[in-house]
């Protein structure tokens, strides 16, 4: 099992950058594909970007290409999201995500969540 918790979210203005950590409890970190995902009100939990146990092979939404850069660091069991050039459509709350398969774009897959880190991006 490995517990998640998310930080580093905030208010930025448009064009500015936040960088997201997420750091993983537990001696496992490396057997788990990590994810990002994002909820804003009314809306679906929607994949944002997703990297390998080895950090080799990473995945990202259309939206995130080009802007977002997720990374992990085995030795302080812990996975960033780099994000620049942010837009206010990139407001939501931010949630890490750990998986036992391989990288995935699909929410169900995931079998730990963190508590989510708000991200506020204005106009």
């Known amino acids: 099992q490995v517990q998640l918790v998310e930080s580093g979210g905030g208010l930025v203005q448009a064009g500015g950058s936040l960088r997201l950590s997420c750091a993983a409890s537990?001696?496992?970190?490396?057997?788990?594909?990590m994810g990002w995902f994002r909820q804003s009100p009314g809306k679906e939990r929607e994949f944002v970007a997703g990297i390998s146990r080895s950090g080799g092979l990473r995945s990202y939404a259309d939206s995130a290409k080009g802007r977002f850069t997720m990374s992990r660091d085995s030795a302080k069991n812990t996975v960033y999201l780099q994000m620049n050039s942010l837009k206010p459509e990139d407001t939501a709350v931010y949630y890490c995500?750990?998986?036992?398969?391989?990288?995935?774009?699909?929410?169900?897959?995931?079998?730990?969540w963190g508590q989510g880190t708000q991200v506020t991006v204005s106009s």
């Open positions: 537990g001696r496992t970190f490396g057997t788990y594909a």
């Open positions: 995500a750990a998986t036992s398969e391989g990288v995935a774009t699909v929410r169900t897959i995931y079998n730990y």
